[in-house]
């Protein structure tokens, strides 16, 4: 049976109302069992478990903040709960923090609470995280217990869940972050920050919040920097702003401009036409940097190392890290350049070049270069050879090098023209055999026959070869009289006397006559005949009616 404990004082009072889920707070007037009773102004004490107040037991006369659980009309009995009471004052702040503009709360992963996520202790009520906020179970122990910050992204009070994320509150807070420093840095400031990344294009720089950018160009004076032996993880470093791109929400840092420049005085250390001594930086295709000092380099492009006019690459010559003398070719301050030269500390070969080679000697060396109308062969180290496509064949004609010379081998040509001008020896190859259009020309100045062999016949000549040169026989210089058939008047395969009548090198083709060579024998027969009968009263042209008959068909 349930006692209730009748307030005699308060039926004097104004006794004032309550109701269930009101937030009220009580005084104790007495402990018994595992009840504890508190004066709520009602004419019935309200009722609490003892077993809420855990290790705290109050004592009477203290206040306690309770919520009314229920209140039975019949009996006047009313149940309180502090617990509850907390958690509703939780819930409210809850809500009031989920209805402000950014919904941030402090709270400590506890617990795992299934494979979906974790428990977070937010005071008087829990909240729950998904698992994917956390990368790796390594993650979680580095932060189970500790007081973090999350955004709340969505709640139901009525089915007593808070969903938390903790990735989208660091993203809003680091993107405010990065708006504040975006804001408040200008170009020209020297700001503070630690190294984060080293990449190959520069260093990143976290301002705190905001990842600024070293570029490689201007971490230092140097061309030839490894930023890895300069920075370190981690560290604290200052660095001049020198650009700040709002828009693009980049700012970029030079740890180069904080340092002197060293070509401020360039000019009044360096001059052109003096000998320097440097060290090999960086070996390229066309050249090799030369560090004289740290921050000034010099170039030295190819054409400066070598008298050969094709160098395949600096290497040839040069090794990393050597120390070498070189002469100070050109200085650009504006464009902060310079030029150098070691062709000077060299062995000029081309200076005795007459010595070794001369026009008319035979050589044999390799492709160096394939060039787009011809090829160059390497003589010796600094000495090349030219051979231009025309040079190639007297017969065939070539489009490309590549064409004419399949493969990188060895090539035998001869030497036609020393071009001391360019440094080169033009050679040729065709030119190891006599011009087979002269020896044609003479052979139709002269008169003398050659044989052709036929390989096509057409209605408009016929085709073959006269040793390996293309040859043409006109229709008209098949025979002396008319041919009513051209296809069958000769034969594939078959091998005729035929003069000479006309050379074309640019066609690389001579025409052939067969015609002319039966005039020719029948000349030739008469003139034998004359000089054997000289009383005869025969004419050539009683000789020719009898002479010319066609040689084939």
């Not at 919904?103 to 998904?130: C, H, M, Q, W």
């Not at 020209?188 to 950018?213: M, Q, S």
């Not at 030269?341 to 007459?354: A, G, T």
């Amino acid at each position: 049976m349930i006692r209730r404990h009748f307030n005699p004082e308060l039926e004097k009072a104004e006794i004032k109302e309550i109701n269930r889920g009101e937030i009220i707070t009580g005084k104790v007037v007495y402990i018994k069992g595992d009840t504890v009773y508190l004066d709520i102004g009602y004419k019935f004490e309200g009722r609490v478990p003892i077993e809420e107040f855990g290790e705290n037991i109050p004592r009477v006369g203290d206040e306690v903040e309770v919520l009314v659980v229920k209140k039975d009309p019949l009996t006047g009995e009313v149940i309180l709960s502090k617990k509850e009471a907390q958690a509703e004052k939780a819930w409210r702040n809850i809500i009031e923090i989920y209805n402000s503009p950014f919904r941030y709360i402090s709270g400590k992963i506890i617990a795992k609470k299934n494979e979906k996520g974790y428990i977070v202790d937010l005071g008087d009520i829990t909240g729950f995280l998904p698992a994917r906020e956390i990368r790796k179970i390594q993650d979680i122990e580095e932060v189970k217990d500790k007081l973090l910050m999350f955004k709340i992204i969505n709640l139901n009070k009525a089915r007593r869940t808070i969903i938390l994320s903790r990735r989208q509150y660091q993203r809003e807070v680091n993107e405010q972050k990065r708006k504040q420093i975006l804001s408040s840095v200008n170009e020209g400031d020297i700001i503070e920050g630690v190294v984060k990344n080293i990449t190959r294009f520069g260093v990143f720089i976290d301002l705190g919040g905001f990842d600024a950018l070293i570029p490689k160009s201007e971490i230092g004076w140097s061309r030839k920097l490894r930023p890895e032996k300069i920075f370190k993880i981690n560290e604290k470093i200052k660095a001049y702003v020198f650009k700040v791109d709002r828009e693009e929400e980049h700012i970029y840092l030079s740890r180069k401009r904080l340092l002197p420049d060293p070509w401020k005085e360039i000019e009044n250390k360096y001059k052109p036409g003096e000998v320097y001594t440097g060290t090999v930086i960086e070996l390229t295709g066309r050249g090799a940097w030369i560090e004289l000092e740290e921050g000034v380099e010099g170039y030295l492009p190819v054409e400066n190392i070598s008298f050969a006019p094709h160098i395949r690459s600096a290497k040839e010559f040069l090794k990393l890290n050597e120390e070498i003398k070189v002469k100070l070719f050109e200085i650009d301050k504006h464009n902060q350049q310079i030029i150098l030269s070691i062709k000077d500390f060299r062995k000029n070969p081309w200076k005795e070049i007459n010595k070794k080679y001369r026009p008319g000697n035979k050589v044999k060396a390799p492709i160096k270069v394939y060039a787009s109308d011809g090829v160059y062969l390497e003589l010796e180290p600094e000495i090349e050879g030219f051979i231009p496509l025309e040079e190639v064949s007297w017969i065939k004609t070539f489009r490309t090098p590549r064409e004419a010379f399949p493969e990188k081998t060895k090539v035998e040509a001869v030497i036609y023209e020393i071009d001391k001008k360019n440094n080169l020896v033009k050679l040729s190859i065709r030119r190891l055999t006599r011009n087979p259009w002269q020896v044609f020309e003479e052979k139709m100045k002269n008169k003398i026959p050659v044989s052709v062999k036929l390989h096509k016949i057409t209605p408009k000549g016929a085709h073959g070869k006269v040793d390996g040169i293309p040859a043409f026989i006109p229709v008209s210089h098949f025979s002396e009289r008319h041919v009513d058939d051209p296809l069958r008047y000769f034969k594939k395969g078959q091998v005729i006397k035929v003069m000479v009548i006309e050379v074309n090198p640019d066609r690389k083709q001579i025409t052939v006559s067969p015609r002319e060579y039966t005039k020719f024998i029948a000349q030739k027969e008469l003139k034998q005949y004359i000089k054997e009968e000289p009383t005869s009263t025969f004419s050539l042209q009683d000789i020719l009616e009898n002479k010319l008959k066609p040689t084939g068909g």
